[in-house]
């Protein structure tokens, strides 16, 4: 057996002679590179709806406002009113987490998503100063600006700074992540009802798969929860947006840092998969305005 080529620092020829020696540490980094290249090459998985309902009318598109919880669980094809994809196990966890072991919880699990929507007071007013700022200025404001204007309304400086700075970082990672061309400027959080409102579409169709309700009665309760819900937001982007800032502040306590924005924040993905025509996204296709 050959001996490996000693290293002598001092010359360069040495450290070429040992470097090349080296094999191993070249299949790794080959293999690594291998792998980063198919990741690239290899184009990003394609929605798949259901064949059995719609992808382009009405229904379809009431439906959609539930596709990020729809997918979040996963229950099946985002257009699936059944949630066929839920097998026993899930539905047996489902009714544990959701407590929708009849149909008036069922009923009641929807009113609560649709009316409280987990919301926290303190939180909905910081964003109704943003959102009024937002209108006298004709864009989003800056920090400084948002901040300012919530300790005039009377808010307390300290805990309006950590709240202004978590829903920024949430708005950098997510257009970072689902890209500038859809998280537009004029794209920020002006509410985080979002979060519920999908959840609240999603435990819809969740509650036909439990047997709680039929088809034709979802679809009825998922047109009354977009009428309801779509004048607060401006665009899917925007309703993305805020489903996913409402879920990261809900978990995270309103304590976002890169740990949890990786851990709660990750619909981010699916947010990308719906808004992108390529991939069969509903949100690329489907108008906001029914």
Do not use: C
């Not at 070249?26 to 059995?52: D, M, N, Q, R, Y």
């Amino acid at each position: 057996m050959t001996p490996a080529a000693r290293l002598d620092l001092n010359n360069v020829f040495s450290l070429l002679e040992w470097l090349v020696g080296q094999w191993w540490v070249w299949t790794i980094v080959g293999a690594i590179v291998l792998i980063f290249l198919v990741i690239w090459i290899i184009p990003a998985a394609k929605v798949k709806p259901s064949e059995a309902f719609s992808t382009d009318d009405v229904e379809a598109n009431e439906i959609a406002l539930g596709f990020l919880q729809i997918r979040n669980l996963p229950s099946g094809p985002w257009n699936d009113p059944t949630a066929s994809g839920l097998g026993d196990r899930e539905k047996s966890v489902l009714v544990d987490q959701w407590g929708v072991h009849s149909r008036q919880d069922w009923l009641d699990n929807i009113e609560r998503l649709t009316t409280v929507r987990r919301r926290r007071e303190v939180w909905t007013l910081y964003l109704a100063v943003r959102s009024e700022l937002a209108t006298s200025l004709g864009r989003a404001p800056k920090s400084k600006e948002w901040l300012a204007a919530i300790v005039a309304e009377g808010g307390d400086k300290r805990d309006a700074r950590t709240f202004v700075t978590a829903i920024e970082y949430i708005e950098r990672e997510v257009r970072k992540h689902v890209g500038k061309d859809v998280i537009t400027p004029d794209v920020f959080v002006r509410t985080l009802d979002g979060y519920a409102i999908g959840q609240a579409v999603a435990m819809t169709t969740w509650g036909v798969a439990l047997g709680h309700g039929d088809v034709a009665e979802a679809r009825q309760i998922i047109h009354r929860i977009n009428v309801d819900a779509r004048p607060a937001f401006t665009s899917w982007a925007d309703f993305g947006l805020s489903y996913i800032a409402g879920r990261v502040m809900h978990w995270s306590d309103g304590a976002v840092d890169e740990k949890s924005f990786e851990k709660y924040g990750d619909g981010w993905s699916d947010f990308a998969a719906a808004t992108t025509q390529k991939r069969n996204g509903p949100w690329a296709t489907l108008s906001w305005r029914l």
